[in-house]
């Protein structure tokens, strides 16, 4: 795996999120899970564990989560200050995912700099299809604002994609959702 920020600097704010928790990063200062519990447990029980024992052994990051998480599973939680965004533009509803909303988060609290590291939005990501586009469009607006935006070459943000038309027969032929050219 690729280091794109070596060490961590004086006055880096790491941000992490869901059970991404790459183990170059020395010191979390904000974790996010931005899923209603119910869900995460209908859907993703193993990130309940994973975020609960995460949380236990690092007490003093706060996890931010939509929803309160029963039985004080989490050492430090947070609730997402999603009214707070309402000051932002689109009136800060605007999320496809939890990139973007981490993003906007960030232009609230009037950060300086925003790095992006290892975020992949294409369509094999699992992710909505707009994800993409609102996390470029959270990051305009940081820059809009002034805030220094940079992506690590892991990143597929501002890139291009296009949609291939083919006589491909699914099943058969050796078909790939994204066609990466240089």
């Not at 700099?113 to 959270?138: K, M, Q």
């Amino acid at each position: 795996q690729a280091r794109y920020f070596v060490g961590q600097r004086e006055g880096w704010h790491i941000w992490g999120l869901n059970s991404i928790r790459p183990a170059w990063v020395e010191k979390w200062s904000k974790m996010f899970n931005l899923h209603r519990f119910k869900h995460l447990e209908r859907d993703c029980p193993q990130y309940v564990d994973w975020d609960t024992i995460w949380s236990k052994r690092n007490p003093t990051v706060p996890l931010y989560t939509v929803d309160r998480w029963p039985g004080g599973r989490l050492a430090n939680q947070v609730l997402f200050p999603r009214e707070k965004l309402r000051s932002l533009p689109r009136g800060g509803v605007y999320h496809a995912g939890s990139f973007d909303m981490m993003v906007a988060f960030a232009i609230l609290l009037r950060a300086e700099a925003i790095a992006i590291h290892g975020v992949r939005l294409t369509n094999e990501t699992g992710e909505p299809i707009s994800a993409r586009a609102c996390l470029e469009y959270w990051l305009g607006v940081a820059e809009g604002r002034g805030i220094e935006v940079t992506t690590t070459p892991d990143c597929d943000l501002f890139s291009q994609f296009h949609y291939v038309k083919s006589a491909t027969v699914y099943g058969y032929d050796d078909v790939r959702m994204v066609e990466v050219r240089k």
